[in-house]
C-alpha cells in the first residue's frame, strides 16, 4: 500500500521538489519519503506541468519503480525520454 506514495517521495526528494512543500527555515528534509509522496499525489492535479514532468521523470529513474507500475503505465514513463 505504502509503495506508490514512497516513491513519488524518493522522486520528488531526487528532482529537489521537497523545497516546494517544506518550510523554508529547515536545511534538512522534514517530511518521510512516503509523507512526501502523499503530498505529492494530492497537489499532482493542480501541479506546474514542469514539476510534474521532472517527478515522473526521476520516478521513471528509480529501479524498484518497475515492480510497482503496471506495464500498461510504464509505457507512459517510457514516452518521457
Not at 6 to 13: E, F, I, Q, R, W
Not at 44 to 71: D, G, Q, T
Request: hydrophobic share 40%; no cysteine; proline share 5%.
Amino acid at each position: 500500500m505504502g509503495k506508490l506514495p514512497t516513491l513519488l517521495g524518493k522522486a520528488g526528494d531526487n528532482a529537489g521538489l521537497e523545497r516546494t512543500i517544506k518550510v523554508n527555515t529547515s536545511k534538512t528534509r522534514t517530511y518521510s519519503f512516503f509523507r512526501q509522496g502523499v503530498i505529492y499525489y494530492q497537489l499532482l492535479p493542480r501541479m506546474k506541468e514542469s514539476y510534474a514532468r521532472l517527478l515522473m521523470e526521476k520516478m521513471h529513474l528509480l529501479p524498484e519503480a518497475a515492480s510497482v507500475i503496471y506495464p500498461h503505465t510504464w509505457s507512459f514513463f517510457e514516452s518521457l525520454k
